[in-house]
């Protein structure tokens, strides 16, 4: 498996290139984009059999669901924003990055009147503010507060429940009963991870039940699965690496 902190720096790059969308893309485009990047892998995946590396297929959905869970967090993506505009690079110059060297180009090239730029901002918090699959802006952000205070006030009882296994001698191993225990733990519902995800709640309990007949492919799966893990603040790789044998194992069993 490829170093977290490596595939973390790869991210910071820019999640908006990552998933191939502009910054103004609202959540319908950034959710469509990601699933178009699933099936993007899915198809590299079966044309190459199993001729590309794992590794590197698992590196990319890190770096997919990582985009898609942050840009589909309005207070993420905010944040993600201001931090993206004022990059804070001690050994390289601002003006040095490739994308604001294009996009002074650009600018010089192409003035923007005034008018029309506050248009087009007006136009964006517009988009933004749209209803996306039965969700307002408002909504979204209420709901990732929500989360956030779950996930931030179950932190001590999770890791007592860490410890348990391992003064059990059982190792941590995160199947879909662990993942269902923990989010119980965490006081989630499956509604609520689905509103946050925006992946169905058939797939997302398919996946604490081992249900992998829901999945018309392992990419699918694990995309799913590292948005879960990614919403839930649970180790992704460690998530990937443990489930992802369960489901193997699975296969091998039914295959004889």
Do not use: W
Request: aromatic residues 8%; contains cysteine; proline residues 3%.
């Amino acid at each position: 498996m490829t170093n977290h902190s490596k595939t973390s720096a790869k991210i910071e790059e820019n999640l908006y290139q990552i998933l191939d969308v502009p910054n103004t893309a609202n959540l319908a485009e950034i959710r469509q984009a990601y699933e178009g990047k699933l099936e993007e892998t899915h198809l590299e995946a079966f044309a190459a059999y199993s001729l590309l590396p794992e590794e590197e297929t698992e590196e990319k959905l890190l770096q997919f669901s990582h985009a898609y869970i942050t840009l589909a967090n309005p207070i993420a993506r905010a944040k993600y924003d201001d931090e993206l505009n004022q990059p804070n690079i001690p050994d390289k110059k601002k003006s040095d990055l490739p994308e604001v060297r294009a996009k002074k180009a650009k600018e010089s090239t192409t003035k923007i009147p005034e008018k029309n730029k506050s248009e087009e901002k007006a136009k964006v918090s517009k988009n933004e503010a749209q209803v996306v699959a039965g969700q307002t802006l408002k909504e979204r952000q209420d709901y990732y507060l929500k989360l956030s205070a779950k996930n931030e006030h179950t932190e001590d009882s999770i890791q007592e429940f860490y410890n348990t296994l391992k003064t059990g001698g059982s190792e941590i191993t995160y199947n879909g009963a662990v993942l269902q225990q923990i989010r119980k733990m965490k006081s989630i519902s499956i509604n609520e991870l689905a509103q946050i995800t925006c992946i169905r709640g058939a797939y997302l309990k398919a996946i604490e039940e081992e249900d992998f007949s829901k999945f018309t492919s392992e990419i699918y799966l694990k995309g799913y699965l590292l948005c879960y893990a990614e919403s839930m603040n649970l180790p992704t790789e460690k998530v990937l690496d443990d489930y992802i044998r369960v489901y193997k194992n699975s296969a091998r069993s039914e295959n004889g």
